[in-house]
């Protein structure tokens, strides 16, 4: 099994920062993929940032410029830098891991429990 554990959520002003951070733990035999959705309510759950092991990162056309996805591989720890917050950042943000823990094993996908993230205006 993996764990994976957010931290960094919280309220801010619109124009303000914040930095989630999401730990990995448990049966890890290689991290495949790491990244970061959100979901507001009465929304569904989108696609905000995401990073491969190799290091390649993608953001959604809503974020590019604003967001910055990171790792620290030594830790398994993936972080996501939210500048320049909006309103509409406002969101229940989950941290996602593609994660083989066998050699052997094909490529299981993992959620975190959430963080808020509120903007305030």
């Known amino acids: 099994q993996v764990q994976l554990v957010e931290s960094g959520g919280g309220l801010v002003q619109a124009g303000g920062s914040l930095k989630l951070s999401c730990a990995a733990s448990?049966?890890?035999?290689?991290?495949?993929?790491m990244g970061w959705y959100r979901q507001a309510p009465g929304k569904q759950r989108e696609f905000v940032a995401g990073?491969?092991?190799?290091?390649?990162?993608n953001y959604a056309d809503f974020v590019k410029g604003r967001f910055t996805i990171s790792t620290d591989n030594a830790r398994n720890t993936v972080y996501l830098q939210m500048n320049s917050l909006k309103p509409e950042d406002t969101a229940v943000y989950y941290c996602?891991?593609?994660?083989?823990?066998?050699?052997?094993?094909?490529?299981?996908?993992?959620w975190g429990q959430g963080t808020q993230v509120t903007v305030s205006s």
């Open positions: 996602n891991t593609g994660v083989r823990t066998r050699i052997w094993a094909g490529v299981q996908t993992y």
């Open positions: 448990g049966s890890i035999y290689s991290i495949n993929s």
């Open positions: 990073i491969t092991g190799g290091g390649n990162a």
